[in-house]
């Protein structure tokens, strides 16, 4: 009987047999390249309070990754679609970022001050939980190394093997350390940090202000908050005066270095 090309699953037969092993997160992006060649990977340990850890990153172009240490572990991931997954406790499964994003995501300054950076161009991010309070993002990347995004049949590929990679890392990962401690309250840390620069804000305005940095539009704050769109413009202008501020621009440069003490 002849042999049938079966190279994707013998890399995922030896992925499994990495399983809890040296060389795993390898054995898994090796896996991944003979099923929807993607051009970079990152494995991320989200909890509630703090940054998330990071247990495996490879890529190609150095640029993708080059401001992940100081900016997004520093306070930026505080902004990302994916740490609000992490918040909301989704199912665990396969996102893609086009998907979950807000509505003015690629308007948001977080995305022109730091995403676009990175020259990722299309991401699919698996979910997995394998402690209490603790989310693992297994986020594979398409960027400028091929400048193209993820086909409809990869994409589908992905969510065909969703439950088998959500298996393999709640496994692997199963001694990762569980949540210790109280979550973060960035709303209320914000309110502070700014209080102690001589600007009082609300709770409702702290909301407002991390939702617009965020990428939400005024109607999908207004969607998330249960306000009407004119009650969030009142708070958006509301949130500038007192912080004496005239555009998004100016919001990120003042929010960003206080969420990095968030």
Known sequence: ???????????????????????????????????????????????????????FRQTELPQVFAQLDDTYLGGAYL????????VSRVAAGVYRLTDIAPDAFQRSRYFTEYYRQTTLIDELTFIAYPVAGVSLNICIGRDAA?????????????????????????????????????ADDVAGDLIAALREHGIDI?????????LILRGHSTASIGLR??????????????????????SQAELFAL????LRGS
């Open 225 to 246: 908050m249960g306000l009407s769109p004119q009650t969030v413009k009142v708070f958006r202008r509301q949130l500038y005066a007192r912080c004496g501020l005239s």
């Open 79 to 86: 902004l990302d679609p994916y740490h609000d997954l992490h």
């Open 146 to 182: 091929s400048g193209r995004v993820f086909s409809a049949t990869e994409a589908a590929t992905c969510q065909r093997i969703a439950p088998v990679v959500v298996a393999l890392a709640e496994q692997h990962w199963a001694g990762l350390a569980a949540e210790t401690g109280p």
């Open 1 to 55: 009987m002849a042999g049938l090309p079966n190279i994707a699953e013998s890399q995922l037969a030896e992925t499994i047999r990495r399983m809890g092993r040296p060389g795993f997160e390898s054995a898994l992006l090796a896996f991944f390249r003979r099923i929807v060649a993607p051009d970079n990977l990152i494995i991320l340990a989200y909890r509630d309070a703090g940054p998330p850890q990071v247990l």
């Open 255 to 258: 929010m960003l270095p206080l």
């Open 202 to 210: 609300t709770p409702r305005q702290a909301e407002v202000a991390l």
